[in-house]
């Protein structure tokens, strides 16, 4: 059964980093693209930041450039994001997803992806 596990998160002070991790079950689970959204309270779903496994590039969402990195070791299938300078706003439960025939110009919808991970909540206190 094709699956994303999803490992990291939890709590940590504004100003602080966290690094969570995606290991999807085969090469063809991990799709094309590989990466992150998140879901606060109330909210609706958002990009987050994505891996494209062909050329290994990497797009990020506007709020989260320059504080995040994401990446991808391609012999594990396996995606990380580390988080740097946490901030209220990053408070969310993050989803890893992947995406079989998604395309770059719609890698910001999450309509566009195909497995989805269980969730992992990260919570930032001040």
């Known amino acids: 059964q094709e699956q994303l596990v999803e490992s990291g998160g939890g709590l940590v002070q504004a100003g602080g980093s966290l690094r969570l991790s995606c290991a999807a079950s085969?090469?063809?689970?991990?799709?094309?693209?590989m990466g992150w959204f998140r879901q606060a309270p109330g909210k609706g779903r958002e990009f987050v930041a994505v891996?494209?496994?062909?050329?290994?590039?990497?797009y990020y969402a506007d709020s989260v450039k320059g504080r995040f990195t994401i990446s991808g070791d391609s012999a594990k299938n396996v995606v990380n994001l580390q988080m740097d300078s946490l901030n209220s706003e990053d408070a969310a439960v993050y989803y890893c997803a992947s995406g079989l025939r998604t395309i770059l110009s719609s890698i910001r919808r999450d309509d566009q992806y195909d497995y989805w991970g269980q969730g992992t909540q990260v919570a930032v206190s001040s």
């Open positions: 891996w494209r496994w062909s050329g290994a590039y990497a």
């Open positions: 085969s090469r063809s689970a991990r799709g094309r693209f």
